[in-house]
């Protein structure tokens, strides 16, 4: 059963950059799109934007110059930066396997990790 | 971007009934050349993270109870959740995956009556 585990700092303080990397268990990244979305408490889905095994990105306009994803295959690990971090990014962030073709769902997500924005 | 607006934002539900939850997009979200719905549904129950339920607007995903059902096209799309159990309570959300960036619904939170 192939399972996704999001790692990396509960706190990032402002304006640093937050660094998240999403590990593949029992599968591989190849062949399939990678997103990260997130979950500010009590709130809402955003979609954070995405990477293909390939290393092509598609990121949310809304947050696309402050974004930067990356992969690494042989590490079945996908990663995420966000800079010039603001209390507004206090999320729970969540990575999730998409398909092989951009346009698809979500079926797999990971457990999430919190990190919070603050000084 | 696409705006998902779900209706209602609430819904208190007694055990063994009936639940519709409302999903609608500021465009739609359907190929004509694939006659495609790119609509999805996800649960999400407290502390853990949003599971697929439903895909291409009405295929549940594997493993999911058959009292789950997706319907709707175009625009306008509906969960319905028959037989109520006391494990469904949750938050459920809907998501296109027709263009980036892909959108969510506020999400419908599931209560007992």
């Known amino acids: 059963q192939v399972q996704l585990q999001e790692s990396g700092p509960g706190l990032v303080k402002p304006p640093e950059t937050l660094s998240l990397t999403c590990t593949v268990s029992r599968g591989s990244v190849s062949g399939y799109h990678w997103s990260w979305i997130r979950q500010p408490p009590g709130k809402g889905l955003e979609w954070i934007g995405y990477?293909?095994?390939?290393?092509?990105?598609n990121y949310n306009p809304s947050l696309k110059s402050r974004v930067t994803m990356s992969v690494d295959t042989s590490k079945s690990q996908f990663s995420l930066k966000l800079n010039s971090v603001t209390a507004a990014d206090t999320a729970m962030y969540y990575c999730?396997?998409?398909?092989?073709?951009?346009?698809?769902?979500?079926?797999?997500w990971g457990q999430g990790t919190l990190v919070t924005v603050s000084s | 971007d696409i705006v998902m607006t779900q209706s209602p934002d609430s819904l208190s539900v007694s055990l063994g009934e009936r639940a519709t939850i409302n999903c609608k997009s500021s465009?739609?979200?359907?190929?004509?050349?694939?006659?495609?719905?790119?609509l999805a549904w996800y649960q999400q129950k407290p502390g853990l993270p949003p599971q697929l339920l439903i895909y291409w607007a009405s295929t549940r995903e594997s493993g999911v109870p058959d009292r789950f059902s997706g319907s709707g096209s175009g625009t306008d799309f509906t969960l319905t959740i028959s037989g109520l159990q006391a494990e469904d309570v949750a938050v459920y959300f809907c998501q296109q995956y027709y263009t980036t960036p892909y959108t969510f619904g506020q999400g419908t939170k599931l209560e007992i009556k």
């Open positions: 990477i293909y095994s390939s290393g092509s990105t």
């Open positions: 999730a396997r998409g398909g092989a073709t951009w346009n698809y769902f979500l079926d797999l």
């Open positions: 465009q739609s979200i359907s190929y004509s050349s694939n006659n495609k719905n790119y």
